[in-house]
């Protein structure tokens, strides 16, 4: 039976990391209504710039002057993963989600013989892939001292991808992160990147064929999709933020009540333990009075 | 004058969204204006300074680099990569367009895309010296 002394230091040392998850869960919460307010801000160039995408990939679609980002090497056989995740713990099972999935799928990938490349962006994940994955992760990206994720940060990502792919390094790039859907929901979603994927035009859309390109459409095409990758990495870093501050949140809240829950059940025990002691004490002296 | 819809954003945020008269596109091949039912165009932007004239009138000039405007029967569509209010363009953001430029032509392999960088250099410069003054 522990002594009353150490069930009050129990006790206090509970309320201090209650107060501890308390604060994280307000500051989680400040810091995601900004993240969403910048992921949202994010959102029209992202549309607008699919829109374009779109309307240029229909034309070039299928003839020898489609360029690499988007018909693909006509192979599958280096695959390119990026991993982007938290640079911080105690966010519940963020970073481990999206982990997760990445290591499934680099290890179907790699049963499948196929050579897998990662670039880890986020401390986080670069710990939990590295003992597994040592020989795999070719960079690590550290976004450390970075407090809001602008779009320079993601541009050097994206071109650090470019310059690979031009090198030949990889066929087919994947960009793993977790889109953003409530504070208790938050998906690992697995985006392939290169070759692009265009998404079907609906025909609603109304007659666009009639463009003109200046100057013509393979340029345009040659400098819009590696700033599409850009635009790729830095949607899914923003979604990535927002979705960790909301995952920390929920985190922090599950813990403050754990902690509140123990120490009402370490409060009955310590009050318990109190009356118990009081009444040992009393039988000892009736049962000395009655002796006499 | 009736007006039309233009957009301008950059990956950051949406800078303007509302009805204009007339917007002033730097474009790779040339400056070009855009008024209401323009033919369908899609263009490249280079450094340059873009204008519009919003439906009170009044004129806005911003610094723009790296995009495409985007013109089409529901208006114009401007991305950016960098937009930045002329009044706003301080010496050190100038300093880094010229950095930025100056890499390029020190990167630049073919003899066009050298050729393409030192006339983005210069026109990075001028504009350098006509904002000032």
Do not use: W
């Not at chain 1, 938050?186 to 109304?206: C, E, H, M, R, Y």
């Not at chain 2, 450094?47 to 610094?63: A, E, H, I, N, R």
Request: charged letters at 25%; proline letters at 3%.
């Amino acid at each position: 039976m522990p002594s009353l002394k150490d069930l009050r230091t129990r006790i206090s040392s509970v309320k201090a990391t209650q107060k501890i998850t308390k604060a994280m869960q307000m500051v989680a919460a400040a810091k995601l209504r900004r993240a969403q307010a910048a992921a949202e801000a994010a959102r029209p160039y992202a549309l607008r710039m699919n829109s374009v995408l779109v309307n240029l990939a229909e034309s070039v679609m299928g003839t020898p002057a489609a360029p690499k980002l988007l018909s693909g090497t006509g192979s599958d056989k280096t695959h390119l993963l990026i991993v982007c995740t938290a640079e911080r713990g105690l966010c519940g099972a963020f970073n481990s989600s999206i982990a997760r999935l990445a290591r499934e799928k680099a290890l179907a990938l790699m049963a499948e013989g196929k050579v897998v490349k990662i670039i880890c962006v986020g401390k986080k994940g670069n710990d939990l892939l590295k003992r597994q994955f040592a020989k795999e992760i070719i960079e690590f990206v550290d976004l450390r001292s970075v407090r809001y994720i602008g779009f320079e940060n993601a541009d050097q990502i994206g071109r650090s991808i470019i310059a690979r792919f031009e090198n030949g390094e990889f066929d087919v790039a994947t960009l793993f992160y977790a889109r953003f859907k409530s504070v208790i929901q938050q998906f690992p979603t697995a985006l392939q990147i290169v070759p692009a994927v265009v998404p079907v035009k609906d025909k609603s859309a109304g007659a666009s064929a009639a463009y003109e390109y200046e100057p013509d459409e393979t340029t345009i095409l040659a400098s819009l999709l590696p700033r599409n990758i850009s635009m790729q990495v830095f949607s899914a870093l923003l979604e990535n933020a927002a979705s960790e501050q909301g995952a920390r949140m929920s985190a922090m809240d599950s813990a403050t009540r754990n902690a509140g829950d123990m120490i009402k059940k370490q409060t009955i025990k310590y009050n318990r333990q109190r009356q118990a002691n009081i009444t040992k004490e009393l039988i000892e002296i009736i049962s000395g009075a009655e002796a006499l | 004058m009736a007006g039309f819809a233009f957009e301008l954003v950059s990956p950051e945020k949406l800078l303007f969204s509302g009805d204009v008269e007339e917007v002033v596109i730097p474009g790779t091949e040339g400056d070009f204006a855009v008024l209401k039912d323009h033919a369908p165009v899609i263009s490249a932007l280079r450094p340059g300074v873009l204008s519009y004239k919003d439906s009170k009138g009044d004129k806005q000039t911003l610094f723009v680099r790296g995009g495409f405007a985007d013109v089409s029967s529901v208006g114009l569509i401007v991305l950016a990569e960098l937009a930045v209010p002329v009044a706003d363009m301080t010496d050190v953001l100038f300093d880094a367009e010229v950095k930025l430029a100056s890499d390029e032509l020190q990167a630049a392999q073919s003899e066009d895309s050298r050729r393409l960088a030192a006339e983005r250099l210069a026109q990075i410069e001028t504009l350098r010296g006509t904002i000032r003054h």
